[in-house]
């Protein structure tokens, strides 16, 4: 037990180091957590009510938010593809670019990057078995990685005005889902543990990359 205490020590010393009061690049930690949560959210969770969810405020404060990335030119609103009546957010160049140079947590994801690939693969796995024993009363944060969910099947061959490179489906918004979109965070994603069909497009398209 003393090894468990001492490891969710280090988790915790870990979580400070990108916590700070204040602002820092004119943005607030709730803002920072917005902006970098639209950054790599699925278009299914780029929504206002979305981002309450996840970063655990109202819809009012959630709004406000959302209003002050829009100010400073970081996000912008477009009509969704799927439903005409609700709006998708969208990080902008320019917001792409504050986050990748100036994110709180870039520090901490440099030095992440730098225990080398096996380690940091470990690192995940052990993180997300934690996150699984934890009950969802105790998860702030409910967002994970498509490919990773149940609700996300293979589909046949893509006909009609389905989009052009989809080769996913998912059965909860029944809507195609792209491979690369796989990668994606969403606010409705369900864990399973059988995948196996997944791994392989990602491998083929981890070859097709190298070229
Ligand atoms: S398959 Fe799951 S994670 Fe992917 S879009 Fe559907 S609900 Fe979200």
């Not at 996000?75 to 957010?89: A, C, G």
């Not at 730098?114 to 944060?141: F, V, Y």
């Not at 893509?158 to 792209?178: D, H, I, Q, W």
């Not at 059988?194 to 990602?202: A, N, Q, S, Y």
């Amino acid at each position: 037990m003393s090894l468990a205490r001492e490891a969710v020590e280090l988790l915790v010393q870990a979580a400070r180091a990108w916590y700070f009061e204040g602002n820092q690049h004119g943005l607030r930690d709730r803002e920072w957590m917005a902006l970098r949560f639209l950054a790599r959210a699925n278009r299914f969770s780029r929504t206002p009510s979305a981002l309450a969810g996840f970063i655990g405020a109202t819809r009012a404060t959630a709004s406000q938010i959302v209003k002050t990335l829009e100010s400073k030119s970081f996000l912008e609103r477009k009509p969704s593809h799927e439903d005409k009546r609700s709006v998708v957010l969208h990080v902008t160049t320019q917001g792409e670019k504050c986050l990748n140079q100036h994110d709180p947590i870039n520090h901490v994801l440099n030095a992440v990057a730098a225990l080398g690939t096996d380690e940091c693969m470990r690192l995940r796995d052990s993180l997300t078995k934690i996150l699984n024993h934890l009950d969802a009363t105790h998860q702030r944060l409910n967002a994970s990685i498509c490919r990773d969910c149940m609700f996300l099947a293979e589909r046949g061959p893509v006909t009609g005005k389905a989009r052009a490179n989809a080769e996913f489906m998912c059965r909860l918004y029944r809507a195609p889902v792209s491979l690369e979109e796989t990668e994606l965070l969403c606010t409705s994603f369900e864990r399973t543990r059988d995948r196996p069909k997944i791994e392989e497009h990602l491998d083929r398209a981890r070859v097709a990359s190298q070229g």
